[in-house]
């Protein structure tokens, strides 16, 4: 899918998102998708489907035994719509009684998705007495979970937030929409209110979890708070994007922190439909701090302590930090720095231009197809300065802001 990026935060960085159609390797293929064999099967599945989606225990049971405790799970997410689309049908075995099914599996939470959510599922079927029964429904390969996969889900509704957690009390989800709902109108002030505003958070039992939601190993987020997931570029009909609590970082941070982080992801949501490849990691990152930070009181040097230190000791970065330097899996400091110096970049901006300029600086890197020069075209045509002036100001004001 041409544009479409998964959006991660340490927020996070970006790394591309494609949707792939699987198969079985050494498995027979029904390429005629009209055939008979795969229309009993979206039979099946459509079935299915329906059952989910008015809660219908009866009905399910009957298309098959896999994942039984599914309505349970699912029972408090509420549902607006929940279809399966068959993709592809492989044969197991030579008898033809036992088929792989590649699926669409699109579901929208009322109120929140104003289009499907879209997950590759894999599926297997066996024939019986006449009848196609459901077996076995998976992630595709290298894709994630969805989190009734990993247990009965709680959710608590909240002024502008729906926060969806697996072996979590109530009273922390209800305390983590609270942070949610202070976030989306701070959101709103700095960025304005032409997005949807309001925001699904999910809160999975621990740091595996997370990793099984994201289809990654849990080691890749280890120490990170939170995580947005969603489509960058996409319209307003794209559904909303999640943002991904960590419950081992984030619960231990203070009232403060969880503010900030909370604020910084849906900060991500919020410019998500102006975010494209061609949004450099300084940017997006840099944005969504100054956002999560604005209105605070915090000073520089509090909020950057890595780059302070590298200033007081002589050793300031002379760039701007590339993409590379937001991976979770180098040096610490490193990434820090990367994240705060992005930040000041924003806050340079908004303090020297003004609010207003910043973002339509936003936009108009965002605008551009590709990544080369996105930049200075918006350097040009927003704050009228180029990319060398800027980077050289960008020095000045980071010694100036962390020299005490």
């Not at 479409?4 to 390429?31: K, M, Q, Y």
Request: glycine share 12%.
């Amino acid at each position: 899918m041409a544009g479409r990026r998964r959006a991660v935060s340490r927020a996070g960085w970006f790394v591309p998102l494609g949707a792939l159609l699987l198969g079985l390797a050494g498995c027979g293929t029904d390429s005629a998708p009209t055939d008979t064999r795969t229309a009993a099967v979206q039979q099946v599945l459509d079935r299915r489907a329906a059952a989910v989606l008015h809660k219908d225990s009866a009905a399910y049971r009957a298309t098959g035994g896999a994942d039984p405790y599914l309505l349970l799970d699912l029972a408090a997410v509420p549902l607006d719509s929940w279809t399966y689309k068959v993709t592809r049908l492989a044969s197991l075995g030579g008898s033809g009684s036992r088929v792989s099914a590649s699926a669409e599996l699109r579901y929208r939470i009322d109120g929140y998705d104003e289009a499907p959510v879209v997950a590759e599922r894999t599926l297997t079927l066996k024939r019986q007495d006449g009848r196609w029964r459901v077996v076995d429904d998976e992630p595709a390969e290298k894709t994630g979970q969805q989190l009734w996969e990993q247990g009965r889900v709680t959710a608590v509704k909240g002024a502008h937030s729906l926060v969806l957690g697996v072996g979590q009390q109530r009273s922390v989800l209800a305390s983590y929409a609270g942070i949610a709902d202070d976030a989306v109108p701070a959101v709103t002030d700095a960025w304005g209110p032409g997005w949807a505003r309001k925001v699904v958070v999910l809160v999975p039992r621990s740091l595996e979890g997370m990793g099984g939601l994201l289809g990654s190993p849990a080691s890749a987020y280890q120490g990170i708070a939170a995580v947005t997931t969603g489509e960058a570029g996409g319209s307003g009909s794209a559904p909303a994007d999640r943002v991904i609590i960590n419950p081992e970082a984030y619960g231990v941070l203070g009232a403060f922190g969880k503010q900030v982080v909370l604020t910084h992801e849906t900060a991500h949501v919020a410019t998500r439909a102006e975010t494209s490849p061609a949004t450099p990691l300084w940017l997006s990152e840099g944005y969504a701090d100054w956002t999560g930070y604005r209105d605070t009181g915090r000073t520089a040097g509090q909020a950057a302590p890595e780059l302070q230190r590298a200033v007081q000791e002589g050793t300031p970065p002379a760039t701007l930090p590339d993409d590379a330097d937001f991976g979770f899996t180098g040096d610490s400091s490193k990434l820090a720095q990367a994240y705060e110096s992005g930040w000041l970049a924003c806050r340079m901006i908004a303090e020297r231009w003004g609010e207003a300029k910043l973002n339509a600086f936003y936009r108009a890197v965002g605008e551009h197809r590709q990544r080369a020069g996105a930049v200075e075209s918006a350097l040009q045509n927003v704050l009228g300065i180029d990319e060398k002036d800027f980077t050289a100001r960008w020095r000045t004001y980071v010694r100036t802001a962390l020299a005490g």
